[in-house]
């Protein structure tokens, strides 16, 4: 078979799809792609074995037909140094031989039998529903940096996506801090759950674009498949149940404490350099309409203390947390002010923004710190 | 200026402490389950007796010399430690206990003292009141105190005290110095040296700084100023915090019973607890490791081990036992023979500081009161007089330890008697 194909285009959809193949494959077939010619389109695949995403493309002349793994980081690096121009890639399927020609120059590499490349997970009892990929790319913003790297618990390594038919609540969580991301603008044909890993969310939100375009996903027992007009991609589901999340968001916590985001975030930043390197404790005194945050690390006599203005309704508290944990949060909501509900200090406190989007919500859950026991 | 003060032949001198039979009588002490030497009076080291040596290697030469073998003894140590510690700790404040048997005092504050009578004093005031010989270097840094006490050991046998206090003295300490005798130099890095031919600490102390730290980093290159007498290494008065806590053991026997591995595993959980609440620490990690005797080449080979993370950072004895007994229950095989078992706990955060789960929420603060009463107890009474029964009560698997001496310091039963 052979196809000419302009060096940009071929590069950039590559690149889309390289995400996904690993530094450190198991087979060596891992660490390929798989080019698959029919008429004048180009699919483009790349796995593995847990995610599998593929492109396709138009290529500019193609004769004959045929599929063949070719080996990723030397055709990428090739790309990457090519100023654009057209290529011909010339494959001989049955020595499995690659050549690559260019106006100046030739390029011979080996290839490896397409039939070695993993099958796609076959697509059986599905059901589907559709949103657009900047609300995808929104929910996974907002959930992935919360996801736990706790292997002993699988359900906590990945995004619950939680369907009803009035929306979808993505939700993660690492034990100590919980997001729960609600969207209204998307109908799901009927109540189910599932829980995404780590990998091929990050994949999404790197491959798609930021626009209103829209996804179809699909997902059985097993496996999630999300699909758009270019790109497919399939992916194994984590086989735990989540836990009951539900159950640990607090109803009931009736101090409001209003604070500017950005202020708070850099006061925190500053506190938190003097903080204990191994727990980032940083404190936060509250008292009528002011806010003292402070941090200590006994070890190297570290102290640190500032204080800011605030909205505060509710009881004098003093509440501990996580410095480094709560700065994410933080700077994973939007707007200029946030609110921070709490009730007691060993119980958890709720994060939401003080403006609300159209057709979402958020809530994120910290857990505090001991203080002084 | 530093001083180390080194107790010769510790734990051989404590035994001798007690028996004064012994004086200029060849002594070795065993390591645990009486296998290997571990520490040899000036008569066993001038009977060729090597460290590190195993007990039934040299079984015919100790009969033959009538060498005293003993089990070690760590509760006498411990506190005939201390009490050099404390005799030492009245000479001056600025006192960084090493390990066991050392000690580093900073003297710098001591311009106008004779540092060579000082040190004099210091240890015939040691030997006086405690009975322990102790050997004194004293110089610009820690490296070079340390190199200086060596070398008091060898060329300054009846003072016992050597202060470098000149650049020539300084010279002619780091020339009799083989560099894998540098405090700090290992194996590893003996063997570059010696292939880029530096063999004397002296050569060591002349090397070109920038080559060093390429190889090795700033630790090294910290150690070359520490021989060149700039002090790199200040005095560690409050030891900081464990990182981590290992408690294990080798069994006197070899054990199959999953329940003696229970028992073993659930009294290293029970010391893990004692020592992180004695630092006021909790952790988030636990790790239990269960193994067979590799040299015995007769016997199945198994090694198993398995981490927990904790959700919420724990001192509970209680709780790190239930962990620990979970995490045996993976990794034990029946049908192998164990020589060793232990537990590590690791991820220490200050008691203080302790992150809360969203799903666990136990109140921990009933436990802690039951703790802290136990650990009470424990403290008047004598350790485990109070203790949680899974650690047993026949520990069928506690340590070989035939020639052990009397803790004659330390348990009101095993006092020395004079007369019957």
């Avoid at chain 2, 969203?358 to 436990?367: A, T, V, Y």
Wanted: charged share 20%; aromatic share 8%.
């Amino acid at each position: 078979m052979r196809f000419i194909v302009t060096s940009s285009v071929l590069l950039k959809n590559l690149q889309q799809i390289g995400g996904v193949i690993s530094s450190n494959t198991v087979l060596s077939v891992l660490e390929d792609f798989l080019f698959e010619l029919k008429g004048n389109t180009l699919t483009l695949t790349a796995t593995d074995l847990e995610t599998m995403m593929r492109v396709q493309l138009e290529v500019n002349e193609s004769e004959g037909e045929g599929r063949i793994c070719i080996p990723s980081k030397i055709v990428l690096d090739y790309l990457k140094n090519l100023p654009e121009q057209p290529i011909t890639f010339s494959v001989n399927t049955n020595d499995l031989t690659i050549e690559m020609s260019s106006d100046v120059g030739k390029y011979k590499i080996g290839g490896e039998k397409a039939d070695d490349f993993p099958k796609e997970p076959i697509a059986n009892d599905t059901s589907s529903f559709t949103i657009s990929s900047i609300g995808l790319i929104e929910s996974i913003n907002n959930t992935l940096f919360a996801v736990s790297n706790d292997t002993l618990r699988p359900a906590m390594t990945g995004v619950y996506f939680e369907l009803t038919k009035t929306g979808i609540n993505f939700v993660s969580t690492d034990a100590h801090r919980l997001v729960q991301y609600r969207r209204t603008d998307v109908v799901c044909p009927n109540d189910n759950g599932f829980v995404v890993p780590k990998k091929p969310l990050q994949q999404l939100r790197s491959t798609l674009a930021a626009d209103e375009t829209m996804l179809k996903l699909s997902y059985n027992s097993s496996h999630l498949f999300v699909t758009n007009e270019k790109l497919s991609m399939s992916c194994r589901l984590i086989d735990a149940r989540f836990p009951d999340y539900k159950a640990v968001i607090p109803t009931d916590n009736p101090f409001k404490l209003t604070l500017t985001r950005t202020e708070f975030m850099s006061a925190l930043r500053r506190v938190s350099i003097f903080a204990n390197k191994t727990t980032n404790q940083v404190v936060l005194d509250i008292a009528g309409n002011k806010l003292q945050i402070s941090a200590q690390d006994i070890d190297f006599s570290y102290e640190g203390k500032e204080s800011l203005g605030c909205q505060y309704s509710g009881e004098d508290m003093k509440i501990a947390f996580n410095a480094k944990l709560m700065l994410e949060m933080v700077n994973n909501l939007s707007g200029d002010h946030v609110n921070l509900e709490l009730s007691t200090p060993t119980r958890a406190g709720i994060f939401k923004p003080v403006d609300k989007g159209d057709n979402e919500e958020i809530l994120m859950l910290l857990m505090p710190l001991m203080v002084g026991v | 200026m530093f001083a180390i003060v080194d107790c010769n032949n510790f734990y051989a001198s404590c035994e001798r402490l007690f028996q004064p039979k012994l004086e200029h009588q060849p002594i070795v002490v065993l390591s645990n389950n009486d296998g290997c030497v571990i520490a040899r009076s000036n008569e066993a080291k001038a009977l060729g007796i090597k460290m590190g040596a195993p007990a039934f290697e040299i079984q015919t030469l100790l009969e033959q010399h009538q060498v005293a073998v003993f089990s070690s003894n760590y509760a006498l140590y411990g506190d005939i430690s201390h009490r050099v510690m404390q005799v030492l700790g009245r000479f001056t404040p600025a006192i960084e206990i090493y390990s066991i048997d050392e000690a580093f005092l900073d003297v710098a504050q001591l311009a106008f003292t004779d540092l060579e009578t000082y040190a004099s004093t210091m240890r015939t005031t040691v030997l006086q009141q405690v009975g322990i010989p102790t050997t004194i270097g004293i110089a610009a840094s820690k490296t070079l105190a340390k190199a200086a006490n060596r070398y008091a050991k060898k060329a300054c046998k009846t003072t016992g005290v050597f202060v470098m206090d000149t650049e020539a003295k300084r010279q002619e300490v780091l020339e009799a110095l083989p560099v894998e005798d540098v405090w700090g130099i290992g194996r590893k890095y003996q063997v570059w040296l010696d292939a880029h031919n530096i063999k004397t600490a002296w050569q060591l102390s002349n090397t070109n700084l920038a080559w060093i730290q390429k190889k090795m980093g700033v630790v090294g290159l910290r150690l070359v100023k520490e021989l060149q007498g700039i002090a790199c290494y200040d005095l560690e008065e409050q030891p900081a915090a464990k990182q981590g806590i290992m408690t294990s053991r080798s069994f006197g026997n070899l054990i199959s019973e999953k329940k003696l591995l229970q028992e073993a595993i659930a009294t290293h959980a029970t010391r893990c607890a004692e020592k992180l609440r004695k630092q006021h620490s909790c952790c988030a990690l636990l790790q239990v490791f269960i193994h067979t005797n590799a040299y015995r080449k007769q016997d199945a080979q198994y090694h198993g081990v398995l981490s927990i993370p904790i959700p919420t950072a724990t001192d509970s004895t209680s709780e790190l036992i239930q962990l620990a007994m979970s995490a045996l229950d993976h990794i034990y095989k029946p049908g192998f023979l164990y020589k060793k078992a232990g537990v590590y706990v690791s991820e220490i955060v200050p008691r203080s500081q302790v992150q809360l789960s969203l799903f666990s929420s136990k109140d921990r603060g009933k436990e802690q009161q039951l703790l802290e009463a136990m650990d009470k107890i424990n403290t008047l009474m004598g350790r485990d007089k109070v203790r949680y029964a899974a650690a047993g009560i026949s520990r069928k698997w506690k340590l070989r330890q035939e020639k052990k001496s009397p803790c004659y310091t330390t348990n009101v039963n095993e006092l020395l008697r004079i007369k019957n």
